[in-house]
């Protein structure tokens, strides 16, 4: 019982931990791109693979992450995930080669993936009901800061030789930390009610589980049984829907969309940089304080809603500020550019070049471009062929110069209103509704899967901004996110149950009940549903 008082801060700094590592494998690239140009040579195409070489290892993750979730049990797959991340750590600061290079960031890939699963579940099912919403946000709040410490060490190390080595390395800081946080907390929830050492787990799930379990087979995700399909169905619109409303493209191409409006100085763009970060450190935060007061499912219209008009906003504003587009693989990250969220969001660079893409969990890891260094490759494996141009204005239409001003500050507006609606609503409230609406049996499987298709439709989105910009225009392309964000907004609407103040046992009874009618998530509320709550004796 002694231990008792301790156990809630170390759930909240594996979340915290695990969110800060994935925020600062995402972004550290950015920095580090540029430096392993100049010493390693890097062709275009050379960029692109080392690039998307973490993308390639979290798709992996998260398509047979799931089975080891379930398998080994959470805490051992975190463990598991940090000591992958680790040896991924000393492949990069040590690399001579491009080839150890790409095994370094493969298994970042793969290791941060794995862990932002495993976390998400880990302490959705150690905590209570009361504090599940918080803890599991944090992890949000963690990618945020794991963005921004990788800025600060992008920053404070460009200059020093072999800086980008040191860049790779820190990142085994906070998955250490987090290995130390772990070996104090329980397994899981079995045997956390065994040790009756954390607040009010989840209302009898840990003793149901014992006793006489369901089995799961992976098929039973798309079948009747349990209303696992309706399960499936919400999870799976909920991640596309995060994706589909373009929000990796609206940010990683945050820089351009301000440069064709007017933008034109680089410290006016990185003070629009600086300013969505403000917002989106502010957004989070709020998230984490609402999300157990107002509820899942209110966050996540109230997002979607504002989401829909503030990208429709941009449209509407690029109407007036036409843009030229061109496909181009020229463009190098900046050395103090960020790179996107998972499951969430990226800030924008000072640059006004189209971005390498590529992507992450919440996420979505484009790389932002700069570097007048890179203009020499014209495209991949075509050293000698004449440049491809890249995304640029066009000049906007002739107006008056408080008209000008004005559209300026209405895509910054929009721009910040966007990027408030994704940190507050799907960043971070899809996942914890994911690690609530399975069965526990099933739980890690049925994550990873809805998780492998944000990662396939977040690499879709990214790979085809310029060829979508190049057949409609770029102000159709927003419009065409917006009416996507309205589509998500109907879909939450009918489809995504409240899961606010219950259990894990709860919300599995409510989908068992439910079948999938159109009035699934109509006014529904924590209160106006019947419950059979399982009555719990106290372990010996």
Known sequence: MGRSPPLLPLCASVSLLGGLTFGYELAVISGALLPLQLDFG?????????????????????????FLIDCYGRKRAILGSNAVLLAGSLSLGLAGSLAWLV????????AISLSSMACCIYVSELVGP??????????????????LLSYALNYALAGVPGGWRHMFGWAAAPAVLQCLSLLILPAGADEAAAHRDLIPLQGGEATKRGLGRPRYS?????????????????????VLFQQLTGQPNVLCYASTIFHSVGFRGGSSAVLASVGLGAVKVA???????LVDR????????????LMALSVSGLGLVSFAAPMDSGPSCLAMPNATSPSNLPGDSNLPTGSSSRPLPATSKNQEEPVSSTAEKAKRHPRAGDPTGPPVPALRTA?????AAPERALLHWTALVCMMVFVSAFSFGFGPVTWLVLSEIYPVEIRGRAFAFCNSFNWAANLLISLSFLDLIGAIGLSWTFLLYGLTAVLGLGFIYLFVPETKGQSLAEIDQQFQRRRFPASFGHRQSASG????????????
């Open 42 to 66: 890097l062709s275009c195409l050379e960029q692109e693979l080392l690039v998307g070489s973490l993308l390639l290892g979290a798709l992996l993750a998260s398509l047979g992450g799931g």
């Open 218 to 238: 992976f098929l039973d995700l798309f079948r009747e049984r349990d209303n696992m399909r309706g399960r499936t169905t919400v999870g799976l619109g909920l």
């Open 283 to 289: 957004a989070t935060l709020a998230a984490m304080g």
């Open 294 to 305: 107002a509820g899942r499912r209110a966050l996540l219209l109230a997002g979607c809603a």
């Open 103 to 110: 095994l370094g960031r493969w298994a970042a890939g793969f």
């Open 130 to 147: 009361r504090q599940r919403g918080v803890l599991v946000s944090l992890y949000e709040a963690g990618i945020t800061a794991g963005i």
């Open 395 to 399: 000049g906007p239409a002739p107006a």
């Open 529 to 540: 549903v019947q419950y059979s709550r399982i009555e719990v004796s106290a372990a010996s």
